[in-house]
Structures are given as structure tokens and as C-alpha cells.
């Protein structure tokens, strides 16, 4: 079975950084790109970051661009993204998904990030 | 940025009755469009993908259709476990997706 375990949420300070972990079993991690999306109290998704199955190439959500960092280290089968910078509109649910020619599926059950001052 | 609109908001109907949901794309994303189904407390889950190719698992009542700029979510003889937020989903241009703001589906 497919599974995607997020952790690392919490609270986050304003202009602080957190650090969330994807841990991902049940499929061959390295030959799928990988990718985060969250979700805001009571809002729809919002596509976050991506990376590609080698992890040489990252792409951002205007947003967070310049202040968040995707990664992931395919020994271990964990996809990481490196929250620096945050914001207030950073609060949300974070969810990890595995990306297939677009679609994304499955996801995981999501980590909760809430900056505070 | 493709901007994705979908309408209505909240849509009620009744158990056994059919449900139609519309997402509109501000420009052309051919047939690269998802639908994922979203329930109170847990993660969205892919429905449709290709606009009509159901994911698996995925029961036959849910179809999808549509190309360009326009797409709908039939769901038809609606289940109780059917309520639940629905999300339309462009990926023609890789990998700046969007999404649409959501429907929720609401039984009347």
C-alpha cells in the first residue's frame, strides 16, 4: 500500500523556519517526482513546490519562492521542505503527494503549520 | 497563471439524485485537468484525471468531461459519503498548477 506519513508541523514563529518531512513506503520513491500543496483554515489548495524523481531540478509557487526549499534524499525515501522566512499566510495544512505526469495521488494525511508572533 | 473558477460554491441535492459541478480554465488547458474529493478532517483524493479517465477505485456514478476551458463532474445516484468538497485541478502547463477554489457538495 502507497502510504505518505508528513511531520515537523507546528508552531512556527513570524520570520522563524520549520522544516517538514514526507516519509513515503509502499512505491519505488526515486522514479516519482514529488510534491507539496497546503491548505489554509477553511480555504482551498494551493499548489506549493515540486521536485523531480532525481531531485536536480525544484520549482516554486511564486509565494514561496526565494524563501522555501524542496529536497528529498531518495536513501531514505523522504521528501523535505525547508520553511525559512515565514508569514502569517504561511499557516495551513501541508500535504505531501506523489506527482504522476500531473495529477497527484496519493496524498498524505497532512502536517499543520501555524505562525505566530 | 491559469486561473481555474468553479461554480456553484455549494451545491444541495439529494441523496439518489445527480450532481453537476462546472470548472471553468481562463485559458486553454486541453484535457490536462484532475478532480479530487476532498471530506471534513482528511486529505483530497484523485477522482478524475485526463478530464474522464477515473482513478482507481474510483466508482463509475463519478464521470468527467469536458475539454479547452470547460469541464463538469457528473455524480450521479449520490451516496451519503458523496458529500464532500470537490476540487477541480489544471496541469497542462508543467509544473505550475492550479486549483480551482472548491465546490461543496451538500445534501439537501
Known amino acids: 500500500e502507497v502510504q505518505l506519513l508528513e511531520s515537523g508541523g507546528g508552531l512556527g514563529q513570524l520570520g522563524g523556519s520549520l522544516r517538514l518531512s514526507c516519509a513515503a513506503s509502499?512505491?519505488?520513491?526515486?522514479?516519482?517526482?514529488m510534491t507539496w500543496v497546503r491548505q489554509a483554515p477553511g480555504k482551498g489548495l494551493d499548489w506549493v513546490s515540486l521536485?523531480?524523481?532525481?531531485?536536480?531540478?525544484?520549482y516554486y509557487a511564486d509565494s514561496v519562492k526565494g524563501r522555501f526549499t524542496i529536497s528529498r534524499d531518495n536513501s531514505k525515501n523522504t521528501l523535505y521542505l525547508q520553511m525559512n522566512s515565514l508569514r502569517d499566510e504561511d499557516t495551513a495544512v501541508y500535504y505531501c503527494a506523489k506527482e504522476y505526469y500531473g495529477r497527484f495521488d496519493p496524498w498524505g494525511q497532512g502536517t499543520l503549520v501555524t505562525v505566530s508572533s | 497563471e491559469i486561473l481555474m473558477t468553479q461554480s456553484p460554491a455549494t451545491l444541495s441535492v439529494s441523496p439518489g439524485e445527480t450532481a453537476t459541478l462546472s470548472c471553468r480554465a481562463s485559458q486553454s488547458v486541453s484535457s490536462s485537468l484532475a478532480w479530487y474529493q476532498q471530506k471534513p478532517g482528511q486529505a483530497p483524493s484523485l477522482l478524475i484525471y485526463?478530464?474522464?479517465t477515473r482513478a482507481t477505485g474510483i466508482p463509475a456514478r463519478f464521470s468527467g468531461s469536458g475539454s479547452g476551458t470547460e469541464f463538469t463532474l457528473t455524480i450521479s445516484s449520490l451516496q451519503s459519503e458523496d458529500f464532500a468538497v470537490y476540487y477541480c485541478q489544471q496541469y497542462n502547463i508543467w509544473p505550475q498548477y492550479t486549483f480551482g477554489q472548491g465546490t461543496k457538495l451538500e445534501i439537501k
Open positions: 521536485v523531480t524523481n532525481a531531485g536536480d531540478s525544484t
Open positions: 509502499g512505491f519505488t520513491f526515486k522514479n516519482y517526482a
Open positions: 485526463g478530464a474522464s
